[in-house]
């Protein structure tokens, strides 16, 4: 860390009211605990991004540092983490994006965790989101609320009850949205070859089913608004999937031509083609591009720490920018 002394003129004498000076506080301890974790615990990740191809500086790179690490007090698990910016500045406080912190402990057999989000620009105010859940009685619990602002108010209830019936799992899950007066209920079942689910409210109704055979896949999706099929083969080296509704087909044939490259090409009931090329590199890292003519090319390199992605849009036989993502997980 360099710091640089700032000359300021006699006559000038900068004043902090009580709220300024709570949140810069605040700030510090969030840096000084959340940076010795990073040291003794976890690893920070660091991601770069540049947009259509141009930055100016290191702020056009958008760099971004993300980090998290836990403790133990007593009977209490306590993790916490931390978004920032990455660049160049004075105003040290500009920098973190979002804080976060977690608390988790056992009481009377139910596991119990509260975890709180906030907006490190803006810490009047928060979002929680509360579970505990028994695994005797097979019962979970979930609420979320928001606190300070325009001032406290829960945003979500729900529970899942669970049942074992012959084999097959069979779940509860009530739900109600407190802000919208919103309920449904989303019952589940599965066995070893099939999942059932359905949601379904006042104004609405969908069920999801899913069977698996050998080598085929077939699911479907149906509500009073629309109905899909999808089913998905798998011949030796060669996959077949197929997507069906009543406004749109679509089909992909998925070709292992060896042990390292793969070709998937899919074509839709409009005219629109596809192209996605997969490439198992010597050291198991992994290139993927995926070209959609008159639209973009898509490429993806997955290599162990390193992962990019770069996005370049397509009009005609030119390419008109470039946006591209690059993560990294940096050893400290």
Known sequence: VKLEKISTSHSTTPTLNLQTTTIIMKLAIAYIALFSACVSANRPKLTISVQDGNFNGVDG???TLTWEGAAN???LDISYGLESDVRPTSDIASLPRSVWGKVKTDVSGWGVSARADV???DMNS????VDADNSEVDLALRLTASAGGSGNAVKTIEATKGLDLDGARVTINPRYNVADEQADVVLGYNNDATDVKLTASADSQEVVVSHKLESTGIKLTASAESQEVEIDHQIDNTGIKLTASADNQEVTVSQQINDRDRVSP??????DLSVEWER???DESKLTATLKPNDSLDVEWNDGDWTANVNMPISGTDITGANVHVKREVVF
């Open 266 to 271: 899919t074509l839709t009931s409009n005219g």
């Open 61 to 63: 790179l958008n760099p």
């Open 119 to 121: 907006d490190a620009q």
């Open 280 to 282: 198992t590199l010597e």
């Open 73 to 75: 007090s007593g009977d």
């Open 126 to 129: 928060a979002d929680f989101e």
